[in-house]
Nanobody, 127 residues
Framework: QVQLVESGGGLVQAGGSLRLSCAAA????????MGWFRQAPGKEREFVAA????????YYTDSVKGRFTISRDNAKTTVYLQMDSLNAEDTAVYYC????????????????????WGQGTQVTVSS
């Protein structure tokens, strides 16, 4: 069992930045592909970004390309989502997720592919 804990959410003005963190309690995340998803009120959960086990391969949904950056520090068992140039459409609860039994370069972009989920952290962008 992998327990994921997100942090770093909050209220920010449009154009501002936030960095989300996702940590695993008591274990390494180095064997997992990691992803970030978000869910806005009244909408379905959507994929935001993913990073492979190696950290070399990343993938983003079109709406965040050039603004968000996913990265990982396997030594610290933490995955990050740097969010810049935020706008009101980015307002959502953000979830991190882990997918096990993967190759070094595996990327996953759909929620059903992931095995473990955090509780989420709220990001609110004021316009």
């Amino acid at each position: 069992q992998v327990q994921l804990v997100e942090s770093g959410g909050g209220l920010v003005q449009a154009g501002g930045s936030l960095r989300l963190s996702c940590a695993a309690a008591g274990r390494t995340l180095s064997t997992y592909t990691m992803g970030w998803f978000r869910q806005a009120p009244g909408k379905e959960r959507e994929f935001v970004a993913a990073v492979s086990r190696s950290g070399i391969s990343t993938y983003y949904t079109d709406s965040v390309k050039g603004r968000f950056t996913i990265s990982r520090d396997n030594a610290k068992t933490t995955v990050y989502l740097q969010m810049d140039s935020l706008n009101a459409e980015d307002t959502a609860v953000y979830y991190c997720a882990a997918k096990g039994q993967v190759f070094l370069g595996t990327i996953a972009t759909t929620s059903h592919e992931y095995d473990y989920w955090g509780q989420g952290t709220q990001v609110t962008v004021s316009s």
